[in-house]
């Protein structure tokens, strides 16, 4: 009995061993077509913060070399004498910083004055003029671009008369100046140079130098209003001009 039993044994063990066999070379083919597992690395992109660039153009020439801490600040303008007694005036051909704009207008007895203005009124030169008083064309013109007005003297206001002076605009507008006539601020803004021999109009000039401190002392607004301020579209390449 005993050698009956050990056969149904033998066989058993001989059938489970050969399934475990099939079962472990299925699982050796499958892992051997299987494409090996690859770890792909993560990459932490580096998100770079762009400073925004200053745009260093002067808004009133379109030139490129303009001082950085005059952008965004208002400009100034200033009344000069054009009279024949009253050439070269000083400063117009100033061999750095001449006027960005400058523009003639006629008043009484046929004569012109002319409107200078500059982008950056720390870059005046030392000496300007010959300063003369103000008229409301001028005035209208300055405030195209949130100027300071530098005057010497005003056109009034005539009763009776349809003629509105200089006075009236500065007063109705709201406009920042300073008149040599009734400027009390504590800075040596204005002044005579008499060595060309011409009367005494002629003789009146405005300091460069001393203009940040004046406008400093009489508290104004320096950064420019940009809703005030004529925005030119200037050419991003040269052109040549012709004369005709």
Sequence with gaps: KK???????????????VAAIAVAAVFAVKNKNKEPETTTPQTTQEQTVQTPVVSKVNPLTGDSDFNEKAVGKRPIACVVENSVSARPQWGINDSKNPPDIIVEGEVEG?????????????????????????????????????AIFLHWGQSQTKRGTNYIGANTIFRQDKVDHINQMTYGGKVALFGRDSSRGVSTEHTGVL??????????????????????????????????????
């Design 207 to 244: 300091y460069g130098a001393k203009i940040a401190d004046a406008i400093k002392g009489e508290k104004f607004r320096t950064d420019a209003n940009e809703s005030k301020y004529t925005k030119f579209n200037f050419a991003k390449e040269e052109t040549t001009v012709s004369d005709t």
């Design 110 to 146: 046929g004569e012109t004055r002319m409107l200078w203005m500059y982008a950056d009124y720390t870059a005046v030169p030392s000496q300007i003029g010959p300063m003369r008083s103000a008229r409301p064309p001028y005035i209208k013109f300055s405030e195209l671009f949130d």
């Design 3 to 17: 050698g009956k039993n050990k056969k149904p044994l033998i066989i058993a063990i001989a059938v489970i061993l």
